[in-house]
């Protein structure tokens, strides 16, 4: 197997797109990312057992509006998805605890918004190519997103950089594997305060 691809944790820079906008505490939480079909559901939910943390899965944010666009095979736009990711941060934040997010965030600035709130935030992000994509996401029964939106995910993914804190893994291996490598990447980088005790001790 190899080595997960690390990019080298840097906790402010770029993550708090301005601290007047604070109105709450922070709260840590596991970023799960990718394009649809991915695998980050299935990952962040088995990562969220592994660190006795609570998962949260962004899909159940979007308002009927953004489902609809999407299963007519349209994609969303900047302005469809900015309250879609407040009340995911607004979720997160309404708990005390670490939290296990499953989301696109597919910009950088989408993860600069849930870092607003949500922090630390280390990130595993999924990938995979366009084949495999377009064959999970059509395999997929009882879901609202078409297989024709892959490649536009692609081509708005953003893949995290240096100063992110974060993990690319690649979604072909088992999900045993690769929720073992990123728990193992996430205890080496999140702060001790940040991981139930369960895990940490
Ligand atoms: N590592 C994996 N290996 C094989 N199949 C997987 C893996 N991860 C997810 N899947 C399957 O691929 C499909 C998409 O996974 P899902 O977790 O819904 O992705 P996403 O949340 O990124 O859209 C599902 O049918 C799921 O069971
Ligand atoms: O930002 C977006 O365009 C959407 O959130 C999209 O990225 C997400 O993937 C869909 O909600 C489909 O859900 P799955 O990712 O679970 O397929």
């Given at each position: 197997m190899d080595a997960p691809s690390v990019l080298t944790p840097q906790r402010n820079a770029g993550q708090k797109a301005s601290e007047g906008d604070r109105m709450t505490e922070d709260v840590p939480m596991i970023l799960v990312m990718g394009a649809c079909g991915v695998g980050k559901s299935t990952i962040a939910r088995g990562l969220a057992d592994r660190m006795s943390a609570r998962f949260i899965e962004a899909d159940d944010f979007h308002p009927a509006d953004n489902k609809a666009l999407m299963a007519q095979g349209i994609p969303l736009t900047d302005d469809n998805r900015w309250p879609w990711l407040d009340?995911?941060?607004?979720?997160?934040?309404?708990?005390?605890?670490?939290?296990?997010?499953?989301?696109?965030?597919?910009?950088?600035?989408?993860?600069?918004?849930?870092?607003?709130?949500?922090?630390?935030?280390?990130?595993?992000h999924l990938h995979a190519d366009a084949d495999l994509l377009k064959a999970r996401v059509a395999a997929r029964r009882d879901h609202y997103m078409p297989p024709s939106l892959v490649q536009s995910q692609l081509d708005t993914l953003?893949?995290?950089?240096?100063?992110e804190m974060a993990c690319i893994l690649p979604a072909f291996d088992t999900p045993a594997d690769i929720v073992a490598r990123a728990s193992g990447f996430v205890i080496r980088h999140l702060d001790r305060a940040s991981i139930p005790a369960a895990v940490r001790d």
């Open positions: 009340a995911i941060a607004a979720d997160a934040q309404s708990r005390p605890g670490l939290s296990v997010l499953a989301c696109s965030a597919l910009r950088r600035v989408y993860r600069d918004r849930l870092r607003l709130t949500c922090r630390p935030m280390p990130i595993i953003e893949p995290p950089t240096e100063d």
